[in-house]
């Protein structure tokens, strides 16, 4: 955490920099599936009923939490679990522009294409 | 809601055993769920690639401050192992289901042949002039500085790493982590941090597949992440001494048993 904050940043010490960002943004992804996925247990615990059998689109995970309902819970939390690894590579795209290092944003950018590719491909 | 308690239960035990033995959790799991529990093998393959993506975030959090990774190794591989992931997972979700359970099998021998059989001490290569990186042992203090050999052999293995882990959603460190160390050379403490990063990566990418499929349900990915999370972050703990070779034994005829059973469902249905 110390290494977000500071004065006259090098190079090497920007990079970090950004690392200790996504690190943050990995923690707070993580954190939040994880409270969420404890949360629906607990809600289908005190209803006496098991957790839902069919995860939600993204359309009804919205509409379910208005309700406050488990479903919508456990979607939201697994939803955020497998976009996890999207936001790491995200952030591995910031850093690289940060770095100037146009060869690895270029790589990197090729990476997230492709899991935005299994997004559209999943769906078909 | 039992049956998620005892689902939840074992998948502490499978967390902590994978950590022990130094292989992922899927080998484990998705012959519990298909075999004991009665559960359609692309529903357990769904729940497995989340406990996946949950223990490669946790891992990831850990390594981070190490600076073990190799990021950009690790996202010059990921264009193979993704383009691999999404074939994988296209393939696995429209496959007859006993196919994949023979399958399955297959990767569960290799496995339990596989496992024990990698010598941390392999040599690593030194600069080489590509991809060079260095990082400190966090045992030693000392600087270790390394660069990449043969990297068109680990991108060729990284497209079966990441095919084998969209069709059976297994993390493929099992083949990543050998050919890191063994062909590309690198030392084994950055493969395996390196492989982790990327088994994330690639998990999520074939999970995205089945969950826009209908394959990830709560009711067996949520006690299954949270139990192998928390297995897996218990291990440390626990399972440091359990390292004998008998152990090892053990689990490789555990493996084989699975592996007959599996072929058995695939078989007979």
Known sequence: ?124 | MLFELELFGIAIGVGALGGMLGIGGGVFIIPILTVLLHVPIKLAIGASLVSVIATSSAAGAVYAGHGLTHSKLAMVLEIATTSGAIAGGLIATSMNERWLEGLFAGILIVTAFGMGRLKPDAESSGPTGRLDTSFLDPVSGARVRYGVRHLGIGMGASVAAGGLSGLLGIGGGVIKVPIMTLVMRIPLKAAVATSNFMIGVTAGTSAIIYFSRGYVTPYLAVPTALGVLIGAGIEPRVGRRVRSSAVKRIFEVVLVVFAAQMLWKALHG
Not at chain 1, 36 to 65: H, K, M, N, T, Y
């Open chain 1, 1 to 124: 955490m110390a290494e977000l904050w500071g004065s006259r940043p090098s190079p090497s010490q920007e990079r970090r920099r950004i690392d200790a960002l996504v690190h943050v943004v990995l923690l707070v992804g993580g954190g939040a599936a994880g409270v969420l996925l404890c949360g629906a247990i607990l809600v289908s615990f005190i209803e006496r009923r098991g957790l839902p059998r069919q995860a939600d689109g993204f359309a009804e995970i919205v509409r379910s939490l208005a309700h406050l309902q488990p479903a919508g819970l456990a979607s939201l939390g697994l939803v955020l679990l497998i976009l996890t690894p999207v936001a790491r590579v995200v952030g591995s795209i910031v850093a690289f522009v940060v770095a100037k290092d146009l060869r690895y944003v270029l790589i990197t950018s090729l990476v997230l294409s492709l899991m935005i590719a299994s997004l559209l491909l999943g769906q078909g």
